[in-house]
């Protein structure tokens, strides 16, 4: 395998390993120990791990070896309302005209989630709101929007409230959902409604932000 292709292999296999919080945040990780995971020499492994620093995923404490870093509740109610930003900027040139709804997938990932979420499979549904965020986002024709979002989304989930998340007693009862508000977004959408689905989005903002800065997850 060139060289090239293994650096590549290891950002690849560490960063799934950080999103699927098989690594996660307080665990003191090494070069030699994750080289000798991936069955890799080290100099792929610094690579990807260079590579993981500057997306914000881990940090290098001197004597001390890498973290995976955590991303605080500030941080993700900053990236929480640039998303609501993006998807008012979708709704409004869909107003003006100038692009459209994909009506049928948005559904689809609606009810996707909510099968997931009454399974309680909640490392899925958190994945699957993401990418009806993503869809949603992607409806106002400008892509650099959906990959700031993407590359955001990607560091919150990578934080221990992503175990949060996935873990079934840290979700409290609720008499709202974020898969409640994706199906009146969808129906305001359906209905033409856009005023409304603005209306919706900043409800679901303030819904989300709350659920952060109390539990730590939305």
């Known amino acids: 395998m060139k060289i090239q292709n293994r650096e590549e292999d290891a950002y690849r296999q560490l960063k799934e390993k950080i999103l699927a919080g098989v690594l996660i ?10 080289s000798q995971g991936l069955g890799m020499s080290r100099t792929p492994v610094r690579y990807a791990l260079k590579q993981l620093e500057y997306e914000g995923f881990i ?7 890498i973290s995976i870093r955590e991303t605080s509740s500030r941080e993700m109610v900053d990236i929480l309302e640039m998303m609501i930003l993006f998807e008012h900027s979708a709704v409004k040139k869909v107003k003006n005209g100038e692009t459209i709804f994909d009506i049928a997938a948005l559904k689809r990932l609606g009810d996707e989630a909510q099968i997931l979420r009454n399974e309680r499979q909640y490392a899925s549904y958190i ?4 990418q009806y965020n993503s869809c949603f986002i992607a409806s106002a024709g400008n892509s650099q929007l959906t990959v700031v979002y993407n590359t955001s989304w990607e560091r919150v989930i990578s934080t221990s409230v992503y175990n949060k998340m996935t873990h079934p007693t840290a979700i409290p009862k609720k008499t709202q959902t974020t898969v409640g508000f994706i199906h009146q977004l969808n129906q305001s959408i359906t209905d033409e409604a856009y005023d409304h689905t603005d209306h919706l989005l900043d409800e679901y903002f303030d819904y989300a932000r709350n659920q952060i800065l109390y539990y730590g997850q939305i």
């Not at 940090?59 to 070896?65: I, L």
């Not at 994945?127 to 993401?130: A, L, P, Q, V």
């Open 127 to 130: 994945e699957k709101t993401h």
């Open 59 to 65: 940090t290098y404490h001197k004597n001390r070896g």
């Open 25 to 34: 945040p307080g665990d003191i990780l090494s070069e030699a120990s994750l």
